[in-house]
């Protein structure tokens, strides 16, 4: 496969991640309402060509299968850099996993009740002492809306333990007709595997599975390919949220497999102009960021979600639609921006290596009482 595709880190994706991010905050941001003569209307419900394009760019949940896809995709990568029993690395694995999610979004939840208590404002329910517990231990995700994916997360930790042993067994096609089989069943999935607080978690656990194969099948593809698959992922992804806008379970399974081309091409090593998105300086802050970004931005959505008379007086005085969105997102992003630099500085970075330290000293008992 060359260098380009033995890479254990791909900045490619890292930004790609960030992008993604950035695209989830201007999709919630795209819902705040304005007072339109007399009416509450929804900002990307007013017609406009622009509008129409920064639709297609702001993506929900697409752009969360993505994230999933690409989780897939790293933890297996990780996974299989230790050759090891799954039996052996199956609790080490667990305990980085926790180390990696909790601490950020604990931070995210302490914030938010931070913010009710000094000014009032709350995106849903008063933060209670139970419910913001509820909400740290992520049994609960009614204080920060986005959490509903964190905890999809957390049950992709055992489904990727045992993708890899099949990975390890050779049983590469049993993985992939499970993962078909799981998209295509989403929606009896949602009667059979329901969760408190919204939609089952558990129906995108196919998008993992789909991620661990790109990875399994990368050494297959040639570098040179590199912006032909990332372009296809590319153009596959948005013409699937446009031509799937009201088909979800379709629309969710065709990104999957846009994104894991998207994945491939990124990890072999993009050429040409595509290099940006591993050496510009603000998409490699971003992506770096992007985990604390994705969790801390519906912060701003407290004030951007009840402001709809100022809105609509904005847009009755003449400010397009599509322009009051993205000075709303320019604004958002750069008040969130530093709070999530703080939180990956001393809050994800330290808790990442104390989880290491942590499964390295596990290991390193193992391997002293199996001498």
């Not at 558990?202 to 698959?229: D, E, M, S, W």
């Not at 960021?289 to 994705?294: D, G, I, K, Q």
């Not at 290491?356 to 596990?362: C, G, K, Q, W």
Request: hydrophobic share 55%; glycine share 8%.
């Amino acid at each position: 496969m060359g260098e380009a595709g033995a890479r254990r880190f791909h900045p490619e994706l890292e930004s790609l991640r960030g992008l993604a991010a950035l695209s989830v905050a201007g999709f919630h941001i795209s819902q705040s309402p304005a007072l339109v003569g007399g009416e509450s209307v929804i900002l990307k419900a007013m017609p406009s060509a622009a509008m129409d394009v920064l639709k297609i760019l702001f993506q929900g949940q697409p752009a969360v299968v993505f994230f999933f896809v690409l989780s897939g995709f790293v933890l297996t990568a990780s996974l299989q850099r230790t050759p090891r029993p799954v039996a052996e690395i199956a609790l080490p694995f667990a305990i980085a996993r926790i180390f990696r999610i909790y601490p950020a979004w604990i931070f995210a939840i302490l914030m938010f009740v931070g913010v009710y208590w000094l000014t009032g404002r709350t995106l849903s329910v008063v933060p209670s002492l139970a419910e913001t517990i509820q909400n740290i231990l992520l049994l609960s995700v009614s204080i920060d809306g986005v959490g509903w994916s964190i905890q999809t997360e957390l049950l992709a930790i055992p489904v990727l333990l045992i993708a890899l042993h099949w990975i390890a067994a050779g049983k590469i096609f049993r993985i992939l007709v499970i993962a078909s089989v799981m998209a295509i069943l989403t929606n009896p999935m949602k009667v059979i595997l329901p969760l408190e607080g919204g939609e089952p978690r558990a129906i995108f656990l196919y998008c993992f599975l789909f991620g661990a194969l790109t990875h399994v099948l990368l050494p297959r593809a040639q570098p040179r390919h590199a912006n032909a698959l990332f372009g296809l992922g590319v153009v596959l992804f948005f013409a699937g949220v446009t031509l799937f806008a009201r088909h979800f379970n379709v629309r969710d399974a065709w990104v999957t497999i846009a994104s894991c081309l998207m994945i491939a091409g990124g990890a072999l090593g993009l050429r040409g102009w595509l290099t940006v998105l591993r050496d510009n300086a603000v998409l490699r802050f971003l992506g770096r960021v992007s985990y604390s970004f994705y969790l801390l931005h519906p912060l701003t959505l407290m004030i951007c979600w009840q402001m709809e008379k100022e809105l609509g007086a904005a847009l009755q005085a003449g400010c397009p639609p599509w322009l009051a969105l993205l000075i709303m997102l320019v604004v958002s992003s750069a008040a969130v921006l530093p709070l999530a630099a703080l939180s990956y500085r001393f809050v994800e970075k330290p808790f990442i290596r104390l989880g290491h330290r942590l499964t390295a000293s596990m290991r390193a008992r193992e391997a002293a009482l199996a001498g």
